[in-house]
């Protein structure tokens, strides 16, 4: 029988150094694509990550994974609210119409959060914009948007052209709490908020996308109701899908990855898969496509895995027969469990 070993069992032995606390980077890839600034990723538990989770992880640096124990409507709420929370040019804004009571703009801002909101018409163009100083509430809920409003005439506008780090000084000199921007038609072609301005000042290690949102992944299942859930989460922004399963080493794990990295609607999602504790589990993942492999059967505190099912690896053992497995292909590899 084959000693193995976990991370308790062996401790690293000190060596000469010349590099100080201060100058060490804890920078690692949590797949293909994604890199994280903090190396940890919270479980998709119920018990763990919901957006609040996510928020909280991603802005220090690393990435919450959001469960799938609840609707697909559900989970790609939450998958929303991590990707609204902060952004750099907000492309797709909530928005209200001139003819709107103030009744519906508050019920954006009771259930949304927003306190700002640009006007537009039917067509798109921007006629004024409304914030929570131009109303009272709710001895003004019947009133119309347009009679309140902030007309276009009296806005603070830039082009679409128009810099992150502009718009930011705009905001900044123009004491504003929203920056509309708008093409040579007037249309609405995106905004930036002071808030999010804030947001990035005090948590500069925060875990970005490309078009500044926090980053954010999401675990689905197997099968046909799994592709379901994972264009769903695709549609709201989701960074990674992380195909959960408690022995990712099968049939069906596989044909889920391959069928996720032949669908045009997640061409921009990494693929996350798992868990496994061997070689062979690895290489096979690996070869259906996925972009990063979780490693693990039940190592954790809490798991019933191996009490249950009989079946497991030490996770130190896991983790360097998963790092044999993967040779030189590059694919990351996440320690899941058992790593204190």
């Known amino acids: 029988m084959q000693e193995m070993y976990t991370f308790n069992d062996v401790l690293l032995v000190p060596q000469y150094s010349d590099i100080l606390p201060g100058e060490v980077s804890l920078d690692s890839a949590f797949s293909r694509n994604i890199r994280l600034r903090l190396p940890i990723v919270s479980a998709p538990m119920d018990t763990v990550t919901e957006h609040e989770m996510a928020i909280a992880l991603a802005l220090c640096g690393g990435i919450g994974i959001i469960h799938k124990n609840f609707s697909v409507a559900e989970q790609a709420r939450a998958v929303e609210l ?7 040019f907000i492309r797709k804004p909530v928005t209200v119409l001139p003819d709107d009571t103030i009744a519906q703009v508050y019920a954006i801002r009771r259930d949304k959060g927003y306190k700002s909101a640009p006007v537009v018409d039917e067509a ?3 006629v004024g914009i409304i914030g929570k100083l131009d109303y009272f509430w709710p001895h003004d809920k019947d009133k119309k948007v347009r009679d309140v409003m902030v007309p276009r005439a009296d806005m603070v506008v830039a082009p679409p052209s128009t810099t992150l780090k502009k718009a930011n000084d705009i905001i900044r000199i123009k004491k504003l709490s929203v920056l ?10 995106a905004i930036v908020t002071r808030k999010d301005l804030e947001k990035n000042e005090l948590y500069p290690a925060a875990n970005k996308a ?3 949102s926090l980053r954010v992944g ?3 299942g197997v099968g046909r109701e799994a592709q379901e859930r994972a264009r769903a989460l ?5 960074d990674a899908l992380v195909v959960d399963t408690a022995h990712g080493h099968s049939r ?3 044909e889920t990855i391959k069928t996720f990295k032949k669908d045009k609607n997640l061409k921009s999602v990494d693929i996350v898969a798992g868990n496994v504790a061997t070689a062979a589990g690895v290489k096979a993942l690996i070869a ?3 972009d990063a492999v979780k490693v693990g059967i039940g190592p954790g505190s809490i798991c019933t895995t191996r009490v249950v099912a009989g079946i497991g690896v030490p996770q130190l053992s896991a983790v360097l027969a998963a790092a044999a497995g993967r040779g030189k292909t590059g694919v990351p590899l996440i320690a899941d469990g058992g790593v204190r």
Do not use: M, P, Q, Y
């Not at 509309?180 to 072609?189: E, I, P, Q, S, Y």
């Open 124 to 126: 798109g163009t921007l």
């Open 218 to 220: 999401a675990a689905v």
């Open 234 to 238: 695709a549609e709201k922004g989701v």
């Open 82 to 88: 991590v990707k609204r929370f902060e952004n750099g």
């Open 210 to 212: 490309n078009d500044k």
């Open 252 to 254: 069906s794990v596989i």
């Open 288 to 290: 259906a496509g996925a």
């Open 180 to 189: 509309c921007l708008v093409d040579g038609a007037d249309k609405l072609t």
